[in-house]
């Protein structure tokens, strides 16, 4: 929520007639927190001498207890200013390229909306929880320019992808990332597959981008009264070759296979038992702990638990065989073939390269209690 401009405007700059307020989207960068690109506003008002940037972006690692507000989704971060040249030097130097979009804007609403990021500055204004989906870096900015004009404006949304979902919409920047791609399908939820309303594909910064570029006001005038990008020429993008330990789907393939071929001999099964209920059932309990245990609102509801089940690690390294033991994986057996039934139609985007091992679960869930019984299994 924003602070009423008119508060605290008598103690800041009046903005000069050569004032420019421009919409900055940098490209996504290498590391997993710059995979979606980030978005500020920059203010430029030669006669003032000011140039900086307003970036919602920003969290503080000397926060007490840092990694455990990450993980619960309870981490405030804050809207920081920092000067131009030190926020296009970062990214240049990350060889992130950056566009930027002059917006269309009057003397009173560039006013308006300076006077909204120096009060949103303030030290009891800053800090907000954020939410992957809803609050962050870009969302903020775009309410920020929607309050600017009152709410009056109108995006343009007909270029979109209409019935894409939130989960959707990450998939384009995840192409060279199958794995991270794989961890990210895996822990997010239910609500990731809801569909995306117009406003909702500006939590990603490309999309804000184009989103401003189309929209006009009053629809005649243009949003965007020029754009330029930063470096002219785009950095050279990185070559990517997944190979086959680079495909998730294929190595999940591979772990299926080495299961079912360790069934012929107890120790190697028995070795190979432990290891993937107890990976499994740390997979259950990330989800499990995501789930309940944080504020992260796209973690819940995560049907991925019906065959990724956190109970595995009660079990894991139990070898002998009793009647509740093998009730047990009986009991997950059956449920892991049931999504595997009906995957395509659980109303969550189920990820595919997890097919193979919810297949093992469903071989050694079912068969575990008839496969060799006359074979004698070692003691746990």
Not at 50 to 55: G, M, V
Request: charged share 20%.
């Amino acid at each position: 929520m924003f602070v009423a401009g008119s508060l605290f405007s008598q103690a800041l700059p009046t903005l000069s007639d050569s004032a420019r307020v421009s919409l900055m989207t940098v490209a996504p960068g290498e590391f997993l927190y710059s995979t979606f690109g980030h978005s500020a506003i920059r203010v430029y008002d030669p006669q003032n001498r000011i140039d900086r940037c307003y970036n919602y972006g920003t969290f503080d690692f000397e926060q007490p207890n840092f990694i455990l507000k990450f993980c619960r989704g309870k981490l405030l971060y804050f809207l920081d200013i920092e000067p131009y040249r030190g926020f296009e030097y970062i990214n240049l130097h990350d060889q992130r390229g950056m566009q930027e979009q002059l917006l269309n804007l009057n003397r009173e609403q560039k006013q308006r909306i300076f006077n909204l990021l120096q009060e949103n500055a303030l030290e009891q204004n800053r800090y907000y929880k954020y939410d992957f989906f809803y609050d962050n870096c870009a969302t903020r900015v775009r309410d920020m320019v929607k309050e600017t004009f009152y709410h009056d404006l109108v995006f343009d949304s007909t270029r979109l992808a209409r019935g894409a979902t939130m989960r959707q919409l990450l998939h384009p920047y995840l192409e060279k990332m199958p794995w991270t791609r794989f961890g990210i399908d895996i822990l997010l939820g239910y609500p990731a597959d809801r569909k995306a309303r117009p406003e909702d594909f500006m939590f990603l910064p490309d999309h804000m981008h184009h989103m401003f570029a189309t929209t006009k006001i009053d629809d005649k005038t243009p949003l965007v009264k020029s754009e330029r990008r930063i470096p002219e020429r785009p950095f050279p993008a990185p070559r990517f070759k997944a190979g086959f330990f680079g495909n998730p789907l294929l190595v999940m393939c591979l772990v299926a296979i080495i299961g079912l071929l360790s069934m012929g001999n107890p120790r190697t099964e028995h070795i190979f038992d432990m290891i993937f209920w107890f990976v499994l059932g740390v997979a259950g309990l990330l989800i499990t702990l995501l789930w309940f245990a944080t504020d992260h609102s796209a973690t819940k509801t995560n049907l991925n638990i019906l065959w990724a089940l956190p109970t595995h690690l009660l079990v894991f390294w139990r070898t002998r065989r009793t009647e509740w033991l093998e009730n047990y994986f009986t009991g997950a057996g059956i449920l892991a073939a049931l999504v595997l039934i009906f995957w395509k139609f659980i109303p969550q985007d189920m990820p595919v390269a997890a097919m193979p091992i919810a297949g093992l679960v469903v071989v050694k869930g079912l068969w575990r209690r008839y496969w060799k019984k006359d074979v004698k299994e070692e003691n746990g």
